[in-house]
């Protein structure tokens, strides 16, 4: 059986981009929605309470592996913050 994904309104900030309005796609284990500059952030739940992250090329090719970032862990105090370390950090409200 396939699931389809809920897409909701709402606003993300990522490292290297500013705050800016996006549509999320939530699937139940993890999220999706595309950057200012085109790529898909994809974001999943790992076990222990961590996560991945994906970074997929706006012009990916099929077969073209994306960046991959892992061991992201919620951040205390700001629901919806995902970190990992100091070198990257992600924020996604969604609009109910």
């Known amino acids: 059986m396939v699931t389809l994904a ?3 309104p709402g606003q993300c900030m990522v490292t290297g981009y500013d705050t800016f ?11 999706t929605f595309a950057l200012p500059d085109g790529k898909t952030f994809a974001f999943t739940l790992t076990e ?3 996560g991945s992250a994906f970074l997929i090329e706006a012009d990916a090719r099929p077969g073209q592996m994306p960046e991959e970032l892992r061991d992201f862990r919620a951040v205390d105090g700001r629901p919806g ?3 990992r370390g100091e070198d990257f950090e992600f924020c996604v409200l969604v609009e109910q």
């Open 6 to 8: 809920a897409a909701a």
């Open 21 to 31: 309005d996006c549509d999320v796609a939530l699937d139940g284990g993890g999220l």
């Open 48 to 50: 222990g309470g961590t």
């Open 81 to 83: 913050c995902w970190a």
